[in-house]
């Protein structure tokens, strides 16, 4: 019972409709989680409340035997978790390098060093020869590759990926695979991703949470998850005898 | 780089050779037109840097003029001192209407709002404060022309300007400076979008804290500059809203959020403004309000044709 992020009986409403009901879920440390489930079931709902976006109205969520709900983002930040969010939000009028440098000055206290750690970052995702240009001027497959090089430049423990695959082709889908695998197993970064890509989630994921009307009914490896029928009914319909 | 520093090098030379060839009349508009770049410098770093929009800017020229001309005016305290006092009253002011929009997530055009009412209501007070005499308007006392008194900011026009055009390249070296920092970073970004600013670990109410607090700092300055220049004050003329819109057109004009912006739209709007005045006397035209149609057809081509400002345009046509 150590995970890295325990989320524990976690509840949310909006104006009386349940996103989220009592939902539990544990994140081993360097381990690569995946949460599915269909459009509503409530997965950027716990994805926000992880990320202090707003409080669950009931439940615990601990990082590191820490309690973290209820704070605000820049100190769920600051504790180590990173996030993405699933319609990007760079900063359009910033070269694509101060970008990351805003994320890098997390840890980093001078401009140097920040700019150091984020052309090595920028590296990784394959966007160095493209460090001087305004972000606005990326396309929608560089945007989500700076989305994640972002997040990673603040240094987390945690990384929360939000639908980071969705719009990318199969290739370019595969080539980020790569880099969170090599981000996992080099850096022992662990992943949270929230994904409607099941080529990615196949992929990389070594366990599974499947959420559906805001509560998580199955958990467990992928090739368990493909196969419980509570999954199966709630993504293709019941079941009927012909 | 290097070619920026020759023309910097040539533009700072001939502002310092500026008061030996220009008569009084030039030097009084070279006086304005820094004055502006100054303080749309200041307004600046809140709006260009940390996209906090104030609409209220006059508000802390007011302050800072009354703080150092009052404390002047009753105990002869020099404005070296009393610009200690001026700037501490306009950061208290920053940091209240900070602390109440940024606490109450009031922001985009709200924020404006309350920085207009602000302005306002501190208009009105000054109205009917009778340490500073009221609406009657305060008057400091006007020493000989050419008579030097450093202490108490006393001496001929040149002086004036010198002082001005210390205190803009300062503020333009410090915005310069600050850009490249920490803040300057984290500002630009709230600037961009604040949420992702704040999932990257920024506290988004400290450093917007922190642009209100180092703007009003700077913009008190130039109200004591103004109390010291001009001698008179009321309350209608220095905190109206027409003061907050003339501080900010040269920035806008100009460029908001460039370093070279708001100096290039002082210097365009102040010689645009006196250039239609001239042109205007010289063809002996004679109809009431025709120069302020003229000055607003003029800033209504600089907005459609050029909606990032004058500086963005130049600086991709001479490749810097």
């Known amino acids: 019972m150590n995970g890295l992020l325990q989320v524990q009986n976690i509840s949310k409403s909006f104006r009386g409709l349940k996103a989220v009901s009592d939902a539990s879920f544990e994140i ?12 509503g079931a409530g997965k950027t709902t716990i994805f926000n409340m992880i990320a202090g976006v707003f409080p669950p109205d009931a439940g615990r969520i601990v990082f590191l035997n820490r309690e973290i709900q209820g704070l605000r983002p820049d100190q769920v930040c600051a504790a180590g978790i990173g996030r993405t969010f699933q319609i990007v939000k760079p900063f359009a009028g910033l070269s694509v390098l101060e970008n990351v440098m805003v994320g890098a000055l997390l840890r980093e206290s001078s401009a140097a060093a920040a700019r150091k750690l984020s052309l090595e970052i920028l590296e990784t995702f394959r966007l160095a020869p493209k460090q001087g240009l305004p972000a606005s001027s990326l396309t929608l497959p560089e945007r989500k590759r700076l989305e994640v090089a972002r997040a990673l430049a603040t240094r987390p423990r945690l990384l929360l990926l939000d639908e980071v695959m969705a719009g990318l082709r199969p290739t370019e889908c595969d080539q980020m695979v790569e880099v969170f695998r090599e ?3 080099a850096a022992g970064t662990t992943i949270l991703l929230i994904e409607h890509v099941m080529r990615a989630v196949m992929a990389l994921a070594r366990h599974i949470g499947v959420l559906h009307h805001g509560e998580v009914i199955a958990r467990g490896s992928p090739q368990e998850i493909v196969r419980d029928p509570k999954v199966l009914e709630c993504y293709l319909g019941e079941e009927t005898e012909i | ?53 104030s609409l209220g800017h ?25 610009l200690w006092a001026a700037m501490a009253a306009c950061v208290a002011f920053g940091l209240a209407i900070g602390f109440l929009a940024f606490r109450f997530g009031i922001s985009g055009v709200y924020f404006a709002l309350l920085t207009i009412a602000f302005a306002e209501f501190t208009r009105i007070g000054f109205d009917h404060l009778q340490w500073t005499n009221g609406p009657g308007g305060m008057f400091l006392r006007v020493a000989q022309r050419d008579h030097w008194d450093l202490l108490n900011f006393r001496g001929p026009p040149f002086m004036y300007y010198y002082a001005m055009l210390f205190l803009a390249t300062a503020a333009f070296l410090a915005c310069a400076f600050l850009l490249r920092t920490k803040a300057g970073f984290y500002w630009q970004a709230i600037r961009e979008n604040e949420e992702a600013a704040q999932a990257l670990g920024i506290n988004t109410f400290r450093w ?107 600086k991709k046509q001479m490749k810097l």
Not at chain 1, 28 to 39: F, K, M, Q, W
Not at chain 2, 258 to 267: D, H, K, Y
Not at chain 2, 279 to 308: C, D, H, M, R, S
Request: proline share 6%; net charge neutral.
């Open chain 2, 58 to 82: 006059s508000l802390y020229v007011g302050v800072g003029a009354y703080v150092a001309g009052g404390l002047f005016f009753h105990f002869g305290l020099g404005p070296w001192a009393g």
């Open chain 2, 1 to 53: 780089m290097k070619k920026e520093i020759i023309y910097l090098g040539i533009l700072a030379a001939f502002l310092a050779a500026f008061p030996w060839f220009a008569g009084p009349y030039a030097l009084s508009i070279a006086t304005l037109i820094l004055y502006l770049a100054y303080t749309g410098q200041a307004w600046n770093v809140m709006m260009g840097f940390a996209g906090q929009l």
């Open chain 2, 208 to 314: 917007k804290m922190l642009a209100v607090a180092i703007s009003a700092a700077m913009t008190s300055v130039s109200g004591v500059f103004f109390a010291f220049y001009y001698n008179n004050l009321f309350p209608h003329e220095i905190f109206s809203m027409g003061r907050s819109i003339e501080l900010i057109l040269g920035p806008v004009i100009g460029g908001v959020g460039t370093l070279f912006g708001p100096i290039l739209g002082a210097a365009a709007l102040t010689l645009l403004s006196d250039g239609i005045t001239e042109a205007l006397a010289w063809l002996g035209v004679e109809i009431p309000g025709i120069k302020q149609v003229f000055y607003g057809l003029v800033l209504l081509a600089v907005v459609t044709f050029l909606p990032n400002g004058i500086w963005p345009f130049i």
């Open chain 1, 183 to 185: 981000l996992n197993r």
């Open chain 1, 28 to 39: 081993p440390e360097g381990s690569i989680h995946a949460l599915i489930g269909p459009n």
